[in-house]
């Protein structure tokens, strides 16, 4: 079985910074590409950021120059560091990750944590 395993949400004032961990755990091969999401409530998940394998990254416009994701691969971990944070960053945030499996690594499933909230007061 795979896990995702999130973990650095709270409470933060506008302006302050937060960092979000996710580790993957369980029967893994390797870890394809591996992003965060999130939902507001009442409004539809949206991607907020991901990394390659190999480390290239793409983030959603709203973010760009605040957040900074990336990746651990010995330790099958991502990282979301969040700086200057506004109130409307509030949302539930998930981690996704294409996880290969063994034994021949063939074989990929994608794989959701099960959320962190994020509160940004202002």
């Known amino acids: 079985q795979v896990q995702l395993v999130e973990s650095g949400g709270g409470l933060v004032q506008a302006g302050g910074s937060l960092r979000l961990s996710c580790a993957a755990s369980g029967s893994i091969f390797s870890i394809n590409a591996m992003g965060w999401y999130r939902q507001a409530p009442g409004k539809q998940r949206e991607l907020v950021a991901a990394?390659?394998?190999?480390?290239?990254?793409t983030y959603a416009d709203s973010v760009k120059g605040r957040f900074t994701l990336s990746r651990d691969n010995a330790k099958n971990t991502v990282y979301l560091q969040m700086n200057s944070l506004k109130p409307e960053d509030t949302a539930v945030y998930y981690c996704?990750?294409?996880?290969?499996?063994?034994?021949?690594?063939?074989?990929?499933?994608?794989?959701w944590g099960q959320g962190t909230l994020v509160t940004v007061s202002s």
């Open positions: 996704n990750g294409g996880v290969v499996i063994p034994p021949t690594g063939d074989m990929s499933l994608e794989v």
């Open positions: 990394i390659s394998s190999g480390g290239s990254t």
